[in-house]
Every structure is written in structure tokens, then in C-alpha cells.
């Protein structure tokens, strides 16, 4: 394991929305017509959290942990996915210094709900809610997430080697 103090991990995650599902983003349930299908509960901004941490330190994404065709898995929280990342992490010496994440939806408005999804996965990553940036934007009207069809989310994170704070 390399000796810097920080490392640095970007994920990407897309799910494709449908009726009768429920909206879950960073761990809290959006009111909305459509939710995001998925083997778990879909959460597409904590897998992309999940993945940033995972890929920080080096390690393979949420799929090798936790597999889509694995019974025990469908309907997971996904809040559970980004522990595990954080296990890892801890593991491995490392706590979350601060995360930069951003939601691609053309719909619902997301504005409303940044204030609980910050405080939801900062109280996951042991962080303060104001060392988690969380911006949200449309796709234009654009591709399958400007017609409505899906939500993507990016994350960017910051490790920092415990003890050097």
C-alpha cells in the first residue's frame, strides 16, 4: 500500500428509473412517480460514493463485493455497500476526508432533499455535512437521463492516512 497520506477515487453510477419502485438517493427516499431498478435498492449516488472509496484505495467496485446475481444482495440497502467501503478504508488505514458528489436527473427536482442526503451520508462517513459537496443538474432534455428514462451520479472523494490530519 503506497505511503501517501491522501488518495483520491472518482465513481460513476447509472440506474434506469421505473414505476412502482421507490427513489432512494444517499440513503433518503425522494418522493417521485418512478424509482431507480436495481438488484439492491438502486441507490445510484452511494454506489457511485462506494466506488470512489473502493477505487481510492486500489480495490475492485461494489460488484465484486457485492454481486448482482447474488440472492442475498436484492433489495440490500445500499447504505450497507458504502459501510463496507468504509470498513475497507478503515482497514486500511484511511477515513474519508471530504466528498464531491454530483446527481444527473432531469427530474424530480433535487434541491429540496441536498440538505437530508448531506447529513444522511455524512453521518455514514463519520464526516460534517459541510465537508460533503452535493450538487444536482439536468441532462438538457438529453439522452436516456433527459428523457426521464434513468438518473446518473458522480463521486470524487478524498482519503486521508489516519494520523495525518
Do not use: W
Not at 460514493?49 to 440490500?76: Q, R, S, T, W
Not at 478504508?89 to 448531506?118: E, R
Not at 452535493?134 to 439522452?143: D, I, S
Amino acid at each position: 500500500m503506497s505511503k501517501l497520506p491522501f488518495r483520491i477515487g472518482h465513481g460513476y453510477d447509472l440506474h434506469r428509473l421505473a414505476k412502482d419502485r421507490k427513489l432512494i438517493l444517499g440513503g433518503v427516499e425522494i418522493p417521485h412517480d418512478h424509482g431507480l431498478i436495481g438488484h439492491s435498492d438502486a441507490d445510484c449516488l452511494t454506489h457511485a460514493l462506494a466506488d470512489a472509496i473502493f477505487g481510492a484505495l486500489g480495490l475492485p467496485d461494489i460488484g465484486h463485493y457485492f454481486p448482482d446475481d447474488a440472492p442475498e444482495n436484492k433489495g440490500m440497502d445500499s447504505m450497507l455497500i458504502l459501510q463496507k467501503a468504509l470498513d475497507e478504508c478503515s482497514s486500511l488505514g484511511f477515513s474519508v476526508g471530504n466528498a464531491d458528489l454530483t446527481i444527473v436527473a432531469q427530474s424530480p427536482k433535487m434541491s429540496p432533499y441536498v440538505d437530508a442526503i448531506k447529513d444522511s451520508l455524512a453521518r455514514t462517513l463519520k464526516i460534517l455535512p459541510d465537508e460533503i459537496g452535493l450538487k444536482a443538474t439536468t441532462n438538457e432534455k438529453m439522452g436516456p437521463v433527459g428523457r426521464e428514462e434513468a438518473i446518473a451520479c458522480f463521486a470524487v472523494c478524498l482519503l486521508v492516512k489516519e494520523g495525518e490530519e
